[in-house]
């Protein structure tokens, strides 16, 4: 489970990146629309890893199971989740063409960059728990 | 594959994510295949592929939200 967060986490920031270059030097065109699709689908699997996250029983002092989800970064990831889907909506005008790009898509990516990172820290608490645990 | 296939692979993929992918590489291998094919397209996007999206991405939202 832990392996599929970690690539999910990796491909969306590979995604991102792609997504970012695209739509960079285009109007919103058709062509720049399909750039704005890529960057929604980043943001609906990056979802993915959340709900994936969010599907791990909480971690308990001593542990009770090896991959579990902290509650500090679940409502850190969550919050992150809410805000940049807030953005994606607050940009829908303009990945649809109807209204002019006035900074909305660049704080969109923004957005799903900070849910990226927080995804991230999660990942890494998880990672840094589970040496602890095998250290001998 | 046209663009609509590939969403439709994504869509496939993501909805039966924990039994449909075995290895990370496995995953990994078919999110860069497919999104190297979307970004190669040149059909056009339509607002209701948009507008589709938007509604999936809330609706996730709302059961990400929705988690104690």
């Given at each position: 489970?832990?392996?599929?967060?970690?690539?999910?986490?990796?491909?969306?920031?590979?995604?991102?990146?792609?997504?970012?270059?695209?739509?960079?030097?285009?109007?919103?065109?058709?062509?720049?629309?399909?750039?704005?699709?890529?960057?929604?689908?980043?943001?609906?699997?990056?979802?993915?890893?959340?709900?994936?996250?969010?599907?791990?029983?909480?971690?308990?002092?001593?542990?009770?199971?090896?991959?579990?989800?902290?509650?500090r970064h679940w409502l850190a990831i969550r919050q992150a989740e809410r805000l940049a889907t807030d953005a994606i909506l607050a940009a829908a005008p303009v990945l649809d063409g109807a209204a002019p790009d006035t900074g909305e898509i660049l704080r969109a990516i923004e957005a799903i960059d900070a849910l990226t990172r927080a995804l991230g820290e999660g990942r890494r608490a998880a990672e840094t728990r589970d040496r602890k645990e095998t250290a001998p | 594959m046209t663009r609509d296939t590939t969403l439709r692979l994504l869509t496939a993929l993501l909805a039966d994510l924990p039994q449909a992918i075995e290895t990370g590489d496995q995953l990994i291998r078919l999110i860069n295949r497919a999104y190297a094919q979307l970004g190669d397209m040149d059909e056009d996007v339509t607002a209701e592929d948009i507008d589709a999206l938007l509604k999936k991405i809330r609706a996730t939202s709302a059961r990400i939200q929705s988690f104690g």
């Open positions: 489970m832990k392996t599929i967060v970690n690539v999910l986490v990796c491909a969306s920031t590979l995604v991102l990146a792609t997504a970012c270059a695209l739509l960079a030097p285009f109007g919103l065109d058709a062509r720049a629309r399909s750039a704005a699709a890529v960057l929604l689908e980043t943001h609906a699997v990056l979802q993915q890893a959340v709900l994936i996250y969010g599907h791990l029983p909480a971690c308990t002092t001593p542990p009770l199971v090896h991959v579990c989800r902290e509650p | -």
